[in-house]
């Protein structure tokens, strides 16, 4: 069974709303996630890493005003996505490490965000 | 920066023929991952190879890593529709940290 669980699967909003993203670690705790963006016909593009009780890691280019990421326990961080416009619209896929090292990481559902 | 770079980035094959996707990377690592996706579908994980030589063996693919060359290797036997997906490599400097994924090699499997 899934052991990320991220919610929502499919968002369609107009253009300046925000948008909340959940990441959840069903059985087991995550100290640390791992936020993807994957455009059409594109690769997954690490955006940040959630840490949970200190601040998100974001990679270069990405805005972290516009992007905010809250690692509130150890089984749930959020992604907002603030004001989204159109070209926000994207594949959001949220994953945590497995528990092993010898194990792959654990990806949620991914959410497919659509901007009018 | 760490760098994965996979070829072909497109296949179409018949099927019953054998074909195979490269993953080189850029640094030292002795970790390497193979997944697949479904189109509007997240990762599903196909392999993971933690040291020189590994070879791993799962229906029609079998993945391979050299440490020493920085390549993987995917190999599809006998190709049959349902293989039909995009395929990624990716890597992470140390466990527990964020992949960094090859561009993909999307797979079409023909009658």
């Known amino acids: 069974g899934a052991v990320v669980s991220q919610h929502p699967s499919w968002v369609i909003c107009k253009s300046g709303t925000s948008v909340k993203i959940e990441c959840r670690s069903l059985d087991f705790q995550a100290t640390t996630m791992f936020w993807y963006r994957q455009f059409p016909k594109q690769s997954l593009m690490l955006m940040a890493t959630?840490?949970?009780?200190?601040?998100?890691?974001?990679e270069q280019g990405v805005e972290k005003d516009k992007f905010l990421i809250n690692h509130a326990s150890l089984t749930l961080s959020t992604l907002t996505v603030t004001s989204a416009h159109p070209e926000d619209s994207s594949f959001y896929i949220c994953?945590?490490?497995?528990?092993?090292?010898?194990?792959?990481?654990?990806f949620g559902d991914g959410t497919r965000l659509s901007i009018l | 920066e760490l760098k994965v770079e996979q070829n072909p980035l497109f296949l179409s094959m018949q099927e019953g023929k054998n074909y195979t996707i490269y993953c080189n990377y850029s640094t030292t690592s002795d970790r390497l991952y193979w997944y697949r996706q479904d189109p509007g579908k997240s990762l599903e994980s196909l392999f993971v190879?933690?040291?020189?030589?590994a070879v791993k063996q799962e229906g029609r693919l079998m993945a391979s890593l050299d440490t020493k060359a920085r390549l993987s290797t995917l190999h599809i036997t006998a190709a049959v529709h349902d293989l039909s997906a995009t395929y990624f490599c990716?890597?992470?400097?140390?466990?527990?940290?964020?992949?960094?994924f090859g561009k993909g090699t999307s797979l079409l499997v023909t009658p």
């Open positions: 190879l933690l040291s020189n030589g």
């Open positions: 994953s945590a490490p497995a528990e092993q090292d010898f194990q792959p990481q654990h």
């Open positions: 990716a890597v992470d400097r140390l466990a527990g940290y964020a992949l960094n």
């Open positions: 959630s840490n949970e009780g200190s601040k998100a890691t974001y």
